[in-house]
């Protein structure tokens, strides 16, 4: 992935900057002049390094607008000073005066401060020019180790989710990683207008697999089990172990109706072929299941959701296992026997 630099300056000052800086097959560059496109480009595609004219109205801005977005502070920031005055005053003034500019631009959110010497000014020697551009090129090169540190974090804190949001047994999502996602799930529901249902199932009578068969047999049944849901789920649905012998499917834009024949499907697929745990050994199971579907006065983190379909699976058990029944079943036979009632 390229490095993507943004030039906050004008063509003519980009025209001073080191030629390297415009290589497209190195970088990816962006040239904005002005401040509020600059923000809204940074908000929706931040860049890794940035380069910003001092003499643009609107510089400092940037910079100290920068400097408050916590979320961008990998965002490296170089501020080159190209204002007559400034670099008359360093002349005049000295380096104590330099060293003060510095701090003030520093302390205003950049992060290198450099006194920029365009080409064209005759009064800069070669030799200041040419350092001038080894010191930017330089300050480039910090910025871009800056930038490869921030992403090999980025890839260590993905692979530290990864691992944290998975269950090691069956390699499904765990339930940490539900509580995290219905949410989500259900805020992009409500926001698309669209209907989100989910399953809870477990094995029914799990214990004496265990008891007869031993609890490593138990865990490759499991693991057996997550497979098989996993390889017959549609692309939206997300299967969790929620714990033990207990799994959780969430299936995004889906109805009560279409959840419960999801829920019937899987309960035939596990049903129909004994599971193999090894060589010697083959395991028949069947599984129950409850199903519902998110209503508008649920919360939003999903417990009500989950009650439901809990409930559900309850009723599935207690009334003989090895089937599913969902939220709208329950609800329309409870109705019934308060009638009858």
């Known amino acids: 992935m390229k490095i993507s630099i943004l030039v906050f300056g004008s063509d003519t000052f980009l ?23 600059a923000i809204s480009h940074i908000q929706t595609a931040p860049p890794d390094i940035m380069l910003v004219q001092a003499s643009l109205d609107g510089s400092m801005k940037l910079c100290s607008w920068l400097k408050e977005q916590t979320q961008l502070s990998w965002i490296y920031c170089i501020f080159l000073e190209d204002r007559p005055q400034k670099l008359a005053a360093r002349s005049k ?8 500019m510095t701090a003030t ?14 080409e064209e000014k005759t009064e800069h020697t ?3 020019v040419t350092a001038n551009q080894r010191l930017i090129l330089a300050q480039l090169a910090v910025g871009l180790r800056k930038v490869q540190k921030y992403r090999d974090l980025l890839q260590k804190n993905d692979l530290l989710s990864a691992i944290a949001l998975a269950d090691s047994l069956t ?5 940490r990683a539900l509580e995290w996602d219905l949410p989500r799930q259900i805020q992009k529901a409500r926001t698309q207008g669209t209907p989100l249902s989910l399953i809870i199932l477990d094995i029914d009578y799990f214990k004496k697999v265990n008891d007869t068969y031993g609890h490593l047999a138990g865990d490759r049944l499991l693991q057996l089990l997550g497979s098989r849901l996993r390889q017959n789920l549609r692309s939206q649905d997300t299967a969790f172990r929620y714990g033990g012998e207990e799994f959780v499917v969430v299936l995004a834009n889906t109805t009560g109706d279409e959840a419960l024949v999801v829920a019937d499907r899987l309960n035939r697929i596990v049903s129909e072929q004994p599971f193999t745990i090894n060589s010697k050994l083959t395991i028949d199971i069947t599984i129950s299941l409850g199903a519902a579907s998110l209503e508008a006065d649920d919360d939003d983190k999903g417990l009500s959701l989950l009650h439901r379909a809990d409930q559900c699976l309850f009723h599935a058990k207690a009334a003989g296992r090895n089937q599913a029944i969902s939220w709208d079943y329950l609800s329309h036979f409870s109705h019934l026997q308060a009638v009858s009632s």
């Open 15 to 37: 025209a001073t900057l080191p030629d390297q800086i415009r290589d497209t097959t190195a970088f990816n560059l962006e040239v904005i002049a002005d401040v509020h496109q």
């Open 171 to 175: 390699e499904l999502n765990n339930r």
């Open 126 to 128: 070669l030799a200041g």
């Open 93 to 100: 003034h000295g380096w104590e005066w330099e060293l003060q």
């Open 105 to 118: 631009v520093l302390n205003q959110g950049a992060d290198a401060y450099i006194r920029h010497l365009p």
